[in-house]
């Protein structure tokens, strides 16, 4: 486990994955750790199995990367829709994360995981944010 990240409650949901150190921008944070799951189905089971807290992340419909099994603190890097981090698969059928931004130590590790199901609910506190109320425009008053 990569001694540049840490395991804490989040603001966002349970408990986030923290930097301990700085990453600049486009800078590797580290491999999704977990089993490699093949085929449809077990991955399907995995993921209603694992509901609402997936740790599950598909590359494709027959492979998948399970962070509840041989997981790191890479399990716990909770979406925003404002992320400061993002995912990429990379040779050996990997998953890595990236920096969007420079990151410093202190800040959670968030991405976009792009999925409109999960989490049911955000709270990443985004002024973009999915789950965000929209605010009703107050009609026009008319002249008289
Ligand atoms: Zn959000």
Redesign the pocket.
Known sequence: MSAKLEVRDSRIYGRGCYALARFPARKKIALYAGETVCGERRIERRLRDQEPDIKVIRLDDDLAIDGAVGGDATAYIN????PNAFMRIVPGDKVAFFALRDIEPGEEITVNYRDPDHPPV?????AN????PRRRKPSPIKRA
């Open positions: 979406h925003s829709c404002a955000c709270r990443c506190g985004a944010c999915r789950s965000r």
